[in-house]
């Protein structure tokens, strides 16, 4: 007789759009309940009620700014407070800021780094104890191939910070070898999603090559599978073609990457 799999709940940040809601759909046909969290309620409410219709799922929606540095661990009490424990947390919550590092204010820059970095490494430490007591837990932090390549001119600290995150999610991920928590950072290159929309780069983004475009769903499904497996790698990078980039960029003279960055950085960089 075929067992019924566990049931576990996930927290997904920046749920209500792109990656986040991707990730809401495909945990939600494996059967997991979900507390979905972003600023935007009615596109949360939204997305929970369909989902809890159609897979017949729990879903919770907590409104809620990460720019806010309370967010994480007043979120996490409401958790408490509700008896939801989280079993698969997913960093998700992203955004960049155009221009160089001079053109924006500096509390546009904190606010970044507060999303960015600081509620993705808080959410981690406040709920992977818990992960670590049951002996089980997921965790994808949401990084970018932009981690993993030369830092371009133009949205100064997206790069920095999702740099930041690989590393992390590498450290991690073996601190937690042994305690049944996998850690992973998701490295994406180019997807379809509304990003480029919302930092105004969408025209540029236009004359970029189809074959360096991703799929929202690859993506996701790629991430999901690959933290599944038994001896999976900390950083996942989803895309035959990112992955080749990867491997190149290891092996190619700093000088030619760098020039190269500089050259084709005009092509998805807003630098005023």
Not at 136 to 162: C, D, E, R, W
Not at 248 to 262: D, I, Q, S
């Amino acid at each position: 007789m075929q067992t019924k799999p566990t049931q576990r709940t996930a927290l997904i940040t920046g749920a209500s759009a792109g990656l986040g809601a991707e990730f809401a759909r495909q945990l939600a046909t494996k059967g997991h309940n979900l507390v979905l969290t972003a600023r935007r309620t009615d596109r949360l409410e939204s997305l929970a009620t369909e989902l809890a219709a159609e897979f017949g799922i729990q879903t919770h929606v907590y409104t809620a700014d990460l720019a806010d540095p309370a967010s994480p661990s007043s979120l996490c009490q409401k958790l408490a407070d509700d008896g939801i424990d989280i079993d698969i947390l997913i960093n998700n919550a992203g955004y960049g800021v155009t221009g160089t590092l001079t053109v924006p204010d500096w509390k546009t820059h904190t606010d970044f780094l507060s999303v960015m970095v600081n509620s993705l490494v808080e959410f981690c430490y406040l709920l992977l104890p818990g992960m670590q007591q049951r002996g089980f837990g997921q965790i994808i932090n949401v990084a970018s191939m932009a981690a993993l390549v030369p830092g371009a001119p133009g949205h100064t600290l997206y790069a920095a910070s999702k740099a930041f995150v690989v590393r992390f999610s590498e450290s991690l991920a073996m601190e937690n070898l042994e305690t049944g928590v996998k850690v992973q950072a998701l490295c994406p290159g180019f997807t379809y999603t509304e990003f480029h929309d919302v930092t105004g780069t969408r025209d540029q983004m236009s004359g970029m090559s189809e074959k360096m475009w991703l799929k929202a769903e690859d993506v996701i499904s790629y991430s999901l599978n690959q933290i599944e497996q038994k001896d999976g790698l900390p950083v996942s990078i989803p895309g035959r073609q990112y992955r080749t980039i990867e491997r190149l960029l290891r092996w190619a003279p700093k000088k030619l990457a760098y020039k190269n960055m500089r050259k084709r950085a005009k092509d998805f960089r807003q630098l005023d």
